[in-house]
């Protein structure tokens, strides 16, 4: 079992730059693929990233490759998202999943067995 709260959100204007965390609580974060995912409102959630256990692959959207940038670091148990050039279309809430087995970095939310609560992102035009 792993617990995940993210940080990081609020309001930046287009263009603007934001880094999200999550941190992960539990002796096992390293093993778990992480991904970040988004909800925005009146839409489903979609998948914006994903990054290996070991940090080595990532895996993203196609509207976001580019300017959100996923990373980890293992010894803080923490993993992040950097967002770069945002732009309206950006805004959501955001949250970070870790998949509780398996290897693959997977764009589906059913593969994720674990959830933060969400950090809500708004960018102003």
């Known amino acids: 079992q792993v617990q995940l709260v993210e940080s990081g959100g609020g309001l930046v204007q287009a263009g603007g730059s934001m880094r999200l965390s999550c941190a992960a609580s539990?002796?096992?974060?390293?093993?778990?693929?992480m991904g970040w995912f988004r909800q925005a409102p009146g839409k489903e959630r979609e998948f914006v990233a994903a990054?290996?256990?070991?940090?080595?692959?990532?895996n993203y959207k196609d509207s976001v490759k580019g300017r959100l940038t996923i990373s980890r670091d293992n010894a803080k148990n923490t993993v992040y998202l950097q967002m770069n050039s945002l732009k309206p279309e950006d805004t959501a809430d955001y949250y970070c999943?870790?998949?509780?087995?398996?290897?693959?970095?997977?764009?589906?939310?059913?593969?994720?067995?674990?959830w933060g609560q969400g950090t809500q992102v708004t960018v102003s035009s």
């Open positions: 539990g002796r096992t974060f390293s093993l778990y693929v």
């Open positions: 999943a870790a998949r509780g087995s398996g290897y693959y970095l997977s764009m589906g939310i059913r593969d994720y067995d674990y």
């Open positions: 990054i290996s256990s070991s940090g080595g692959s990532t």
